[in-house]
């Protein structure tokens, strides 16, 4: 008796072996012949396999005829052909084991379809429906994928760490790390003593392995950085999270080109491999989330990616004749509806934007000639909108300090940064792919709260 997921015993030539099944029941329905079929799944694909359970198996009306959806079962048999359509296999039970059983008067996962709304308070149960099971499995890939293809492009996976003191983006968004009791926070002179917390100075989640990256890009040539970040922004969207993970690849001597030719393949990467290997998950987002998505990715896998100035962009959103809620104006961010424009309907394909206003950006993107503008460049696909943020990094000492005095930032807590440019500096560049928006875009998904396993955002941490 040979042990089998779903998913190898649901393949044509596995019939014929006699096997064992571990799972959970996702229907019963019981024949008038005296025999009942089940529906069994084991998370290792979409599909459940079917399990042909006589009336003559020891426990049938004792157990058989009992169980319902979530029960957890052993069933071990023989592996046939199936004469019914949509699959290859079925089992041919010949002993079939119930380890738990699952109320269905209790158990909160009807048969009927839930709203996502209604599943995101009981994220402990949701990985068992089809949708969720389906966004694990594609997650998996995708970082999968992520490390599959900087490794083969002779990246060195590097870990920053997750306390920080510095706040890379300067957005001032990081949520604070302390043991301070505080009830009773230690003053001096009217200012919180950061003197006596842990760390002996104000520590913060960090909200971006960049700077990190940098440091080990600067001695070892090509980095990336994988791991979970966080912001304490309080916006109630369908693409922020307080909590998600970014991959930040980080090169020395790429500029902004090479850097967009690396954010272009790499995305391509990520899509072509959902596609080729997440075939029954990604039929199921087409045919029940959005049926535009595999028509997308497949766009995105082929086409090249449009690339254009800040400034350009600018000009065909003014031009656009769209009455956008947000202004349109050089020197501001760009919102959501303005990206969904560029990517959905002027250019209909993923846009690398680049060069901006150097007034919106970070200190460490590097300062174009012109003096106004950074090598700044997002990556925006449609729907989801931005999916990559990065840029050539700012390698002269004294501009990098300039635009840090302009930003508020005090130097001296940078002094380790600012020692990258003193000592052997060299044009680098890098950026960052979120996780969960990149999950949002190829599943079709309409709010990244689905995207990750525990969305963490303004009002909501449990589980
Ligand atoms: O554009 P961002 O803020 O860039 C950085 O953090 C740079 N330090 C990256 C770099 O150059 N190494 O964030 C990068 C990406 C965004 O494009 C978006 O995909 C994602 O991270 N992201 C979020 N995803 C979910 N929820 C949020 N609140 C996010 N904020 C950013
Ligand atoms: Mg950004």
Redesign the pocket.
Known sequence: MEKMTVAEARSPDAAGRSIRLQGWIRTRRDSKGGFSFLELNDGSSLENIQIVADGSLANYESEIRRLSAGSSVTVEGELKQSPAKGQATEVQAARITVHGWSDPESYALQKKRHSFEFLRTLAHLRPRTNTFGAIARVRNQVCRSIHEFFQQEGFLYVHPPIITASD??G?GEMFKVTTFNLAEVPKQAGQVDFTQDFFDRPSYLT????LE?EIFACALGKVYTFGP?F?A?N?NTS????E?W?V???MAFYELTDNMDLAESFLKRIVGDVLDRCVDDMQFFNSRIDNTVLETLADVAEQQFERLPYTEAIELLKQSGESFEFPVEWGKDLQAEHERYLTEKKIKRPVILFDYPAAIK?F?MRVNDDGRTVRAM??LVPKVG??????QREERLDVVSDRMQQQGLNADDYWWYLDLRRYGTVPHS?????????IQFVTGMAN?RDCVPFPRTPGSAEF
Do not use: K, N, W
Request: proline residues 5%; contains cysteine.
């Open positions: 890379c983006e957005a909200v971006s392995g960049q990256a970040t912001r922004e916006s693409r922020h999270l307080a998600f970014m930040e690849p980080e970070p460490y997002d990556v931005e999916i990559i943020g990065g840029s890098g950026f960052g792919l979120g996780l969960e928006r990149v990244i």
